[in-house]
């Protein structure tokens, strides 16, 4: 399908760090790096309104400060503007790693729509077609390396102005180099620079050591050798057979407070004396799954097991201190599970906050503790619409960046098109809120729509 927003390109510039402020480095990849080789990259997308913003204004004006910033913000982010270097398989002496040469950048792209008036409807949380996001967001370039494989980007950024309404930053992030709470460090230090012109008041100091992250049961060996085996194809997929349509919904502390009334006056019934964890999390991944696979099969008669994977931070969860500034992954994986007769019951909720919490819990005790099926947990989740998964983080603050002209007015992840994955992020108008980005064919959109709003007047009013 061709998308409604028109833009045409106006400029490019490659951003590297400062000329000898960083040397070439090799960075090994650690076990906790290693599964996101499974996944395509991130496409987070932020919109700014600027009602004054023209294309010229931008391009003589704020251009060369984001720049400068970035290339300033590169010193400590250095990995970004490298290639993730994959040598030919099967099992080459030498595995995937991360390499930056004072030869690399980032593509910085400026493109400019055709259509003011589709910020708006761009920027809000009603049903849109999911193909008009795609060109807002780059591609990473990756090539052969004649015989020592491939090289990838890792990191891309699009603006595009969209004149006398605002501008959209697009980014596409290959995951293996850093985690959700890395970039979003790399993007306040360049918002927080930016917005200062240049001048920063502290001096931030990163750590890209990896042997912080100790591998003493070998899975860093172990993750390799199943990836060489899946041979997973990394790139994003922007053909798509059923459109795909988009929407945000919003779940605020009092829909959650009625949500937890509702199952703590059930849970003893079904579950004895067990204490559920219903912290906000647990209660929106909760409602979320229940209503997604009500979307999805609602009228089919088969019972089987429905998975929900999600990403558990692991800064809290090793039982080692990693340092606050280090530059990766840290991040562990959880996949609790329901059959559908449970999720599809009247207490499919229960069955759904019971399932990713008693997983939360186990993370909690052992992050690692089963830590050997990651792989294979995953390669599941990806290739079955039976089961979902969710990106992003309710505790990262993303409607916090301002570059000098304001808050984001809406973050979406253009990535989770067609993936059955759902996104979250912090709410930027409900304090404490949650929203929940979701891309399905539209009649599963709608169903979706249905039975959310249904089940949040259900649970407001049946306890």
């Not at 102005?161 to 790399?186: E, K, Y």
């Not at 360049?190 to 042997?211: A, F, N, P, V």
């Amino acid at each position: 399908m061709v998308s409604s927003v028109k833009i045409t390109v106006v400029e490019t510039c490659t951003v590297a760090p400062p000329p000898q402020s960083v040397p070439p480095t090799s960075l090994p990849l650690t076990f906790l790096d290693i599964p996101w080789l499974l996944f395509s990259p991130t496409q987070p997308l932020f919109f700014y309104e600027f009602p004054t913003i023209t294309t010229a204004h931008f391009i003589q004006n704020i251009l060369p400060n984001l720049t400068k910033t970035l290339s300033l913000t590169l010193q400590h982010f250095f990995p970004f503007a490298g290639n993730l270097v994959t040598p030919p398989p099967p099992h080459s002496a030498a595995p995937p790693h991360l390499e930056y040469t004072e030869y690399d950048s980032i593509l910085l792209t400026v493109a400019e729509s055709a259509s003011a008036a589709q910020f708006k409807n761009l920027a809000a949380n009603h049903q849109k077609t999911a193909r008009d996001f795609r060109d807002l967001v780059p591609a990473l370039l990756s090539g052969n390396s004649g015989g020592e494989g491939s090289r990838q980007q890792l990191l891309a950024i699009q603006i595009t102005v969209f004149p006398q309404a605002g501008i959209s930053m697009g980014f596409t992030l290959c995951h293996v180099a850093a985690d959700w709470r890395t970039f979003n460090n790399f993007l306040k230090g360049w918002s927080s620079l930016c917005k200062s012109g240049g001048e920063s008041s502290s001096e931030y100091t990163s750590l890209h050591d990896r042997s912080v992250i100790r591998d003493p049961f070998g899975l860093g060996s172990t993750f390799l050798n199943e990836w060489w085996a899946m041979k997973i194809d990394r790139s994003i997929s922007t053909c798509h057979k059923t459109i795909i349509i988009r929407s945000t919904f919003v779940l605020g502390p009092i829909e959650m407070e009625s949500i937890k009334k509702w199952i703590l006056t059930r849970s003893e019934a079904l579950f004895g004396s067990t204490q559920l964890l219903l912290s906000p999390y647990v209660l929106v991944c909760a409602f979320l799954w229940v209503c997604w696979v009500k979307a999805h099969w609602l009228t089919s008669e088969e019972d089987c097991v429905h998975y929900f994977g999600f990403v558990a931070g692991g800064m809290t969860r090793l039982r080692y201190t990693v340092p606050d500034n280090y530059v990766g992954n840290c991040v562990g994986f959880g996949r609790s599970s329901a059959t559908r007769y449970e999720l599809l019951g009247e207490n499919g909720i229960l069955f759904a906050a019971k399932a990713i919490g008693d997983t939360i819990k186990k993370l909690n005790v052992d992050m690692l503790g089963g830590a050997e099926n990651w792989m294979s947990d995953w390669k599941v989740l990806r290739e079955s619409e039976l089961h979902i998964m969710v990106t992003g983080s309710p505790k990262v603050d993303l409607y916090g960046l301002d570059f000098g002209w304001g808050r984001p007015v809406k973050m979406d992840d253009v990535s989770i098109d067609g993936t059955d994955a759902v996104s979250l992020c912090e709410s930027r108008e409900v304090v404490g809120g949650v929203e929940i980005g979701v891309a399905l064919p539209k009649f599963k959109m709608d169903d979706f729509t249905i039975f959310f709003n249904k089940g949040l007047n259900h649970y407001s009013t049946g306890y």
